[in-house]
């Protein structure tokens, strides 16, 4: 028997198919270990030694595979074409020798699958190899170069930026890139111009020419700069008589653009399907798991031999051989040393097409995107005849020249399949090209009107998601696996925020990238952080030791690092506000001192910290209280939240004024400045940059009195706590599922949560009381309600029961199927209960807690129920090429 390992269990079941019974598949499930994200997993003073660490689910898929290759003929790692696929190829064949696994003589061979298709598979076969070392080295000091940048540079935020998540190579350029972009929108001063155009008209059929030059001095797009100009310009013209001096016809060519990679598959789908990348990604790893499509993490543009052989034939047989060019078409990837998968994204089968596909709609549209752009690449080019026409427009002692550009196309090419209408980012369409009558020197067409237009040039474009990644590109910057990860971290982290398709960069984000130019400049300049990527493919390529590498690195990085360690965070400060001033300190309408502050009048605003960010307050403090959140000072304090002295308004009732604060805890609302004035933190998911006076008088208002009890004739409360919102009566609590319901559940809907919780509903701290209990062979199965919903329970195994069956309505037979269903996907084993002779042993105690009885006390006899560790918090999954952070 010879043992295949893949990445996906998605492609066993294929894959199985095609090799036959002689071939056992199984999958790696993805990377099988990883650095633990702890101090010391990379030792520098060890020559750069990792420690790598397994979790319990690869393990026990490690073990399976471990148990199939001691009895194999042979060893096949067939992961992923790509870096990663490498590595983890290499971490299997590493854990395996370890676990020696490995017999002396068992043969070991890498393939790789560009594609899920029989003839693919059966061809990746013959062809195999060793694992390639150099590739495997590039891996190595890529994770150690990221570990190494966000465990040095994170602990320092944390120190001098309370309120910061992390840093990390890869992830801070990327972010100071979106910054970048938001300084250049905040310094941009619009400048006015207008536009002046002519309707003319030869033999009936209409078009339009543009204001070209005006006595002799061809006129740009913004020399026209006021009004008045426009309006002499518009008069001159509506005086003249119109001649066509020249008509000028060039044929040109369009050519159809490379088929796509990774990057160009991205910026690509969002523009036309509206498609984030990480979606786009999920949805390509489908059509590559499927065997619809090639694998889609690339940078190359070429296709293999026989890929262009079957586009070509596609093309003569769906539009014609008249569409088909002499040779076929050769793209180079421009990447200097592409490390990704070596053929672009494209169909298996290019006779399939989409609307002939059984999948779903996403899918279909993503197939359909990428059989377009692949056949339209080996097409002919689209020709077009440009005509520019110059006209004379005689004005006594004046010379005005109108231009009208038009085109026309002769032979649509590839265009006959990829269409006008769903041109890529990547074309530029010229806003002239539009269709012109028939005209020749000495035509004199008549002139219908002359329209003048107001405009002002506009800042440049916020980043989208897809322009981000092909600005990433283009500076060289990651590579094509993780710029959708990289993307998605900086939004997690709340570094930016998406509006629309537009990102955004919050304060938190701003100020972590100030930070990093001020005083690791180097380490988030792009050119830097390219050539380390050049460096990283001359590793893969064999030519750099990786060890050496990072010793260059690591000797320069620690210097940079040692220079900050003792910084003050006065010192922090000061260069935080003169990176930030532009944004945090606008100039005043009036011309005066932005940083004066508007309270006292003499102190001086500055950025401050505390442990949940930074905010604007007065030098004057603690004499002076005046602060402001940073969102407000970009905005001259003009916004609606926490404006001026961080007063929301006045309290109509008692006349007091409502403030917006930050303390140690985070923010929180306060009514008066007396000597325990009273206050009301904000609830979870509320923004303070939102807050209005309204919402602060509802949460200054808190608790509020719901009614009184049917039952007992006490009263019900409803309020915010440590742990969310709640109600409460006679000293028992039950949770509100959300914030706003606070401020308006009503005295049924209370009664009825209560008496939920006295039956044994979800209590945080405490066991949960069972709804249902039934008899099993493997012991007792329990119905349950839970924090995220009702569910059953065997032993340590929970499964959530479904949305639309009622637990009180849950049968023996459904329970047991849930969980048989929970225990095959997680792989836990249901362990049969121990006999009851055994369990009678045990001690009883006397009483539980109230707490682990549902606020009820639990019979004399009842095994005291043992309270579980306390899960560890779950580290976040390092992103792909960045930092675990």
Request: hydrophobic letters at 40%; glycine letters at 8%.
């Amino acid at each position: 028997m010879k043992v295949v390992i893949v990445e996906s269990p998605n492609k066993i079941k294929t894959i199985s198919k095609y090799l036959g019974a002689d071939y056992e598949v199984l999958a790696s499930f993805g990377h099988v270990r990883d650095l633990p994200a702890k101090d010391g997993s990379v030792r520098p003073d060890e020559d750069f030694a990792m420690s790598w660490e397994v979790d319990s689910k690869s393990a026990k898929r490690l073990a399976d595979i471990a148990r199939a290759v001691k009895g194999a003929d042979e060893l096949i790692l067939a992961t992923d074409p790509d870096r990663e696929g490498e590595a983890i190829s290499w971490h299997v064949l590493d854990v395996l020798k370890q676990k020696k696994a490995i017999k002396k003589d068992l043969p070991v061979r890498r393939v790789v699958f560009n594609s899920i298709t029989k003839d693919a598979i059966l061809e990746a076969m013959s062809k195999s190899r060793q694992i390639d070392e150099p590739l495997v080295d590039a891996y190595l000091a890529r994770r150690a170069l990221d570990y190494l940048v966000g465990f040095t540079l994170s602990p320092i935020l944390w120190r001098k930026l309370p309120g910061s998540r992390s840093a990390g190579r890869v992830q801070s350029v990327t972010l100071r890139l979106v910054c970048d972009r938001e300084a250049e929108i905040e310094k941009f001063k619009a400048d006015e111009y207008w536009s002046v155009e002519a309707k003319l008209a030869q033999k009936g059929k209409s078009f339009l020419a543009r204001l070209y030059s005006v006595d002799g001095k061809k006129t740009d797009k913004l020399d026209v700069k006021t009004g008045e100009n426009a309006a002499e310009l518009k008069a001159l013209i509506e005086a003249g008589n119109f001649n066509v001096s020249s008509v000028e016809k060039k044929p040109t060519k369009r050519n159809p653009y490379a088929p796509f990679t990774t990057s160009s598959l991205q910026q690509d789908a969002s523009s036309r399907l509206g498609l984030s990348p990480s979606r786009t990604m999920q949805i390509a790893q489908r059509l590559y798991e499927d065997g619809l499509i090639t694998y889609m993490r690339t940078d190359a543009v070429q296709m293999a031999p026989e890929g262009i052989a079957m586009a070509r034939s596609a093309i003569g047989r769906i539009f014609g051989e008249q569409y088909l060019p002499e040779k076929a078409r050769i793209y180079q990837t421009k990447a200097k040393n592409a490390q990704e998968a070596h053929e672009a994204i494209r169909p298996t089968d290019m006779f399939k097409k989409p609307e002939d596909l059984h999948i779903d709609a996403d899918q279909q549209k993503l197939y359909g995107l990428i059989w377009r752009r692949t056949l339209a690449s080996q097409m002919r080019s689209a020709e077009i005849d440009r005509t520019t026409v110059d006209i004379s427009v005689h004005v006594p002692g004046r010379a005005v020249e109108l231009r009208a550009v038009g085109s026309v196309v002769t032979f649509p090419g590839f265009l006959t399949l990829y269409g006008v209408e769903a041109k890529s980012d990547e074309d530029e369409i010229d806003e002239d090209s539009r269709e012109l009558p028939a005209l020749a020197v000495g035509d004199k067409p008549d002139l219908q009107a002359v329209e003048i237009e107001q405009h002002f040039t506009q800042p440049p474009s916020r980043y989208t998601e897809a322009s981000l990644i092909k600005k990433m590109e283009e500076l060289g910057i990651g590579r094509p696996s993780t710029y959708a990860a990289t993307v998605t971290t900086l939004v997690d982290r709340d570094y930016v925020r998406l509006e629309g398709k537009a990102l955004h960069p919050e304060d938190r984000g701003r100020i972590v990238t100030a930070f990093l130019e001020s005083f690791f400049t180097r380490y988030v300049e792009y050119g830097f952080t390219a050539g380390l990527e050049e460096q990283l493919d001359q590793i893969s390529a064999g030519e750099l030791d990786y060890k050496q590498v990072l010793r260059d690195f690591w000797t320069d990085f620690t210097a940079a690092t040692l220079e900050i360690k003792d910084l003050r965070v006065s010192e922090v400060l000061d260069a935080l506000n003169d990176l930030l001033a532009d944004h945090i300190f606008p100039p005043k309408p009036d011309g005066g001192d932005p940083r004066v502050c508007p309270t006292c009048g003499t102190g001086q605003l500055s950025l401050k910290l505390g442990k949940f960010g930074a905010f604007i307050g007065c030098s004057n403090y603690p004499e002076c209280k005046h602060t402001m959140q940073l969102s407000d000072a970009a905005t001259g304090g003009s916004s609606e939240a926490a404006a001026g002295d961080g007063i929301l308004g006045t309290d109509p009732e008692t006349g007091e004024q409502v403030f917006l604060k930050s303390g140690r805890f985070g923010p929180y609302v306060q009514l008066g400045e007396g000597k325990e004035p009273k206050r009301s933190s904000l609830p979870k998911g509320w923004d303070a940059a939102a807050m209005t006076l309204d919402k602060g008088l509802q949460l200054l208002a808190l608790p509020r009195d719901v009614g009184v009890h049917p039952e007992t004739g006490l009263p019900i409360v409803a309020g915010l706590g440590r742990y969310g919102p709640f109600i409460l009566h006679d000293g028992k609590y039950a949770n509100l599922p959300d914030v706003e319901e606070v401020f308006t559940v009503g005295l049924n809907r209370a009664v009825d949560l209560l008496a939920q919780k006295a039956a044994g509903g979800f209590k945080r701290g405490g066991a949960v009381a069972a709804i249902a209990t039934f008899e099993h062979a493997n012991g007792p199965i329990t119905v349950r309600s839970g924090k995220y919903g009702p569910y059953v329970n065997q032993g340590k195994i929970n499964a959530t029961i479904p949305k639309d069956i009622k637990p009180e309505d849950v049968t023996v037979d459904q329970a047991v199927e849930w969980i048989a269903a929970r225990a095959e996907a997680t792989g836990t084993k249901v362990k049969k209960a121990p006999a009851k002779k055994a369990a009678a042993k045990k001690p009883a105690a006397k009483k539980t807690t109230k707490a682990a009885a549902g606020d009820a006390e639990a019979p004399a006899k009842k095994p005291a129920a043992k309270k579980a560790a306390p899960k560890k918090k779950p580290i976040e999954a390092p992103v792909d090429g960045d930092d675990p952070f």
